[in-house]
DNA sequence: TAAATAAATTGACCGCGGTCAATTTATATG
DNA sequence: CATATAAATTGACCGCGGTCAATTTATTTA
C-alpha cells in the first residue's frame, strides 16, 4: 500500500489542465479537442489518458472548478430574505451552467455521479450547492412543513428545469430568471 | 414549391428504421451502430446520413416513439385519485425513459427541442406529458393556487430528478418511486 | 554504483460518426 | 422516345476520442 506520487506526474497533470484551461479561455468548452491540449501541453495523447479517464472527466473536473467559483461567491452571500432575493442571487451560477448547451449537457450527465466507484467534481458541487441553499432556507420566509433539505431538491429540480427550457425552442420567450421565479414562488412559499 | 417524394426514398428510410429496431432489440440503444444500421439495411453509409441529421436524430425518432407509447397507455387511465396513484400511473413511463443510461442521456439532451427550427419527437412527447397530467390533476385532490400547467411542468421536474438519482451513486439507496412520491405530495398536496 | 523493478510516457493504430464529389436512378420537358 | 434536370445513393475519406505494446525514466534493492 505505498503510495509513490512522482512530481513528474503532478508536473504533468498542471500542464494538461494549463493547456486545456488556455484553450477553453481562447474557444469555449465545446471547441476543445485532446489533440490540441496535448500539443499545448507537449506530451503524446497516451499520456492524457493515462491522467484521465477520458475526455469528460476533464470536463468535468474544469467544469466543476467554475461552479465551485460561483459557490464560493454564493457562500458569501448573506440568507436572501425572499424569493426574489434567493432567485437573483442563484441567477450568476445558472449563467454559468448555460453559458454553453454543450456545458449544461456535461452537467446533466455528471450531476449524478457518473461511475459508481468515482464521485465527480461535478457530482460534489450539487452536494454543496444543497447545503448551501438549505442553510438559507432554515431562517427565512418560507414554507416549513418539510425539510429544508427537501427544499434544496425542489430548487435544483426546478433550477435544472428553468435552464433546460432556455435551451428549448418551444419555449424561449420567458427568460431563465422570470420562469425559475415562477416556480419558486409556488414552490417555497407557505 | 414542388414536393417531390418518391416512394424509393420512403422504403429506404423504412428499412433503415427497421434495421434499427432490430439492432436495438437485440443489444439495446446504446450498442447502436451506424455502420451495423447500413449494412442490415443494405445501404452505404451516406445514405443513411441523407436520412438522418445525425446519429441522435434516430436516436431521438426511436426513443421518442417508445415514450410515445408509454403516453398511449397513460392516456387510457382514468385521472390518478391521489399522489399515490399518481406516481404508480407514472412509473411505466419513468421506468422507459430510464432502460439505459444512454437512453436517458438523450432524452434529456433532446426533451429542449435541440435545434431552433426542427422540434424533435422526444420534445413533443414533453408537450404531450405536459397535457395528459394536466388534465388529471384538473379535477383530482390536488393544489389549486397555481395553473394545473405550472402544476405539470413541477411533476416534470421532479420527475427528472428522481430520475437522475437513479444512476447516481450518492443517493442509489432509495427507490424512484419512493423518492418521486416525496417530491410530489411536497408539490402537489394542498 | 549497478542491476532489478515499478511508474510514466510514447505514438502508431483502431472504432465510429460524419462529409462530399462523383455516380446512378427517377422524373419532367420538348 | 430522347434529352435535360432533379433527387437519391455510393464509398473513399476525414476528424477525433480512445487503446496498448513498446520504450524511457524514476525508484528500490543487492
Known amino acids: 500500500m505505498t503510495k509513490t506520487v512522482q512530481k513528474r506526474t503532478l508536473a504533468t497533470r498542471a ?8 484553450v477553453i479561455a481562447e474557444n ?7 489533440e490540441e491540449v496535448v500539443k499545448r501541453a507537449g506530451v503524446a495523447k497516451g499520456t492524457f489518458f493515462a491522467h484521465f479517464a477520458d475526455k469528460d ?13 460561483c459557490l464560493d461567491e454564493l457562500e458569501q452571500c448573506k440568507a436572501p430574505a425572499d424569493v426574489e432575493e434567493l432567485v437573483a ?9 448555460t453559458c454553453e448547451r454543450y456545458v449544461f449537457d456535461v452537467i446533466l450527465r455528471y450531476s449524478g455521479a457518473a461511475a459508481i466507484e468515482r464521485i465527480g467534481d461535478i457530482a460534489m458541487t450539487f452536494e454543496r ?27 435544483q429540480a426546478f433550477s435544472v428545469q428553468a435552464m433546460a427550457l432556455k435551451f428549448c425552442a418551444l ?16 414552490w417555497l412559499i407557505v
Open 15 to 22: 500542464r494538461l489542465v494549463e493547456a486545456a484551461s488556455n
Open 28 to 34: 469555449g468548452y465545446e471547441a476543445l479537442r485532446v
Open 57 to 69: 472527466a476533464l470536463m468535468d473536473r474544469l467544469i466543476g472548478e467554475g461552479i465551485n467559483r
Open 89 to 97: 442571487t442563484l441567477m450568476p451560477l445558472l449563467e454559468f451552467m
Open 129 to 155: 450547492h444543497g447545503q448551501v441553499v438549505s442553510a438559507w432556507l432554515a431562517d427565512g420566509p418560507f414554507r416549513r412543513d418539510v425539510s429544508t433539505q427537501l427544499l434544496a431538491e425542489g430548487i
Open 171 to 186: 419555449h424561449a420567450s420567458e427568460s431563465m430568471e422570470s420562469r425559475l421565479l415562477t416556480y419558486l414562488r409556488a
